[in-house]
């Protein structure tokens, strides 16, 4: 199985400064996701990536995959509070599982 | 459209007893998935289904049995609950790219 190791583990900003949220793993992925989890609730996609060295963009996210597959990053500029939640990246290992990250908790402050 | 939907929302159980976790979907998805996630922590694979009467293990399947007779429902059946089963449990369907997570279900075992 492989592993998908996130950092930080915990975040915390004040309003209005930029971050960046690392996805590794020693192993190529089909594909990778971001997720956003907030208490009580069920994961919300953000974005799925596919071919190496792509970059996303969701208005103040950016998402970009390694050029080998096995490495990803989200970024957010100028964060605020309701970005605040738990964000997991996931890889897709062949055709039908997802392996989840370690996860990374951010708390934006007003 | 209900997307997915998951019963109970909590339940408390004693240890040796025995329950089943309801999942539904009503986008007419051929994969569906059970994850388990600890407290601030990602999500580990359960089980998955790639269609109706096809299963296979995850990471964590011990302890745990499902099965898919239709396409809409995939219970996950838990067997002489023990406490390392407290966790929070969702159930997923998705497309090629995108899963689509239910609201899950807070299980203890005391």
């Known amino acids: 199985t492989q592993l998908l190791e996130q950092s930080p583990q915990f975040l915390s900003i004040q309003e209005g400064e930029n971050l960046t949220v690392y996805c590794n793993s020693s192993s190529v992925f089909s594909s990778l996701q971001w997720y956003r989890q907030e208490p009580g609730e069920g994961p919300v996609l953000l974005v799925t990536?596919?071919?190496?060295?792509e970059v996303k963009k969701l208005k103040r996210l950016t998402f970009q995959f390694g050029d080998a597959r096995k490495d990803s990053s989200l970024h957010i500029t100028a964060a605020q509070p309701g970005d605040t939640g738990l964000y997991l990246c996931a890889g897709r290992e062949g055709t039908y599982k997802y392996i989840f990250g370690t996860g990374t908790r951010l708390k934006v402050l007003a | 459209n209900a997307g997915v939907t998951q019963t109970p929302k909590f339940r408390i159980l004693k240890i040796g007893q025995s329950m089943t976790l309801q999942c539904t979907q009503d986008?007419?998805?051929?994969?569906m998935y059970w994850y388990r996630q600890d407290p601030g922590m990602g999500l580990k694979l359960i089980y998955y289904?790639?269609?109706?009467?096809?299963?296979d293990k995850g990471e964590v399947p011990n302890g745990y049995n499902v099965s898919r007779s239709t396409t809409e429902d995939f219970p996950l059946r838990l067997e002489l609950a023990a406490p390392s089963q407290t966790s929070v449990y969702f159930c997923?369907?998705?497309?090629?790219?995108?899963?689509?997570f239910g609201p899950g279900t807070r299980l203890t075992v005391t």
């Open positions: 289904s790639v269609g109706a009467g096809i299963t």
């Open positions: 997923a369907s998705r497309t090629d790219y995108e899963q689509y």
């Open positions: 990536v596919v071919t190496g060295g």
């Open positions: 986008m007419n998805h051929n994969y």
